[in-house]
């Protein structure tokens, strides 16, 4: 292909640089950058809420699977059969981060047929322990009754039922 008159008078074999041109940002009709919000946390953990009791053991019977969640500084914590607000448990503080499972135990003891604590059935049945995270990075934990001594459900979860928090 050819060229003629002033294209081609103008016209020659070397390369050019582009035009530099100014970054400019795209015109969005003024809409600021939204700050992203945060997926809340969460986390879940079976407990058992029921058993019986035997000369030498504990028998699960029943459990309950429970799921926590941490966003915008509240723990809350689902039982079946609701949410359960447990923030006062560990305020004053902005809670970020939540996990959840049975509470440990240790060796097995009756006093007339019933446990003498919770914590005292051989195998973790009966307390949940919840375990947050604060905006200072400290973690704290308490354990929740789901259950009494005898072996009966005492759900719904409540903030009354948890122990005071304990630092980790």
């Not at 050819?2 to 008078?9: E, H, P, Y």
């Not at 915008?72 to 939540?98: E, K, M, Q």
């Not at 604590?117 to 375990?131: A, E, H, K, M």
Request: net charge positive; with cysteine; proline share 7%.
């Amino acid at each position: 292909m050819g060229l003629s008159g002033s294209v081609a008078a103008s016209a020659t074999s070397a390369k050019s640089a582009p035009a530099a041109h100014a970054a400019t940002s795209p015109q969005g009709g003024g809409e600021k950058d939204k700050t992203p919000i945060p997926y809340p946390r969460l986390d879940s953990a079976n407990v058992v809420t029921a058993f019986t009791i035997g000369g030498s053991s504990v028998a699960p019977t029943d459990s309950t699977t429970f799921t926590g969640s941490a966003r915008r500084g509240r723990v809350f914590v689902n039982d079946g059969t609701g949410w359960a607000d447990l923030t006062s448990v560990f305020s004053p503080g902005y809670l970020y981060d939540v996990t959840l499972a049975p509470a440990p135990s240790t060796k097995f003891a009756l006093t007339n047929n019933v446990l003498t604590r919770l914590d005292t059935s051989g195998i973790p049945v009966g307390l949940l322990r919840v375990t947050v995270r604060k905006a200072d990075g400290s973690l704290f934990y308490s354990d929740c009754r789901v259950s009494d001594t005898s072996g009966a459900s005492t759900l719904p979860l409540t903030a009354s039922r948890c122990t005071a928090p304990t630092r980790l």
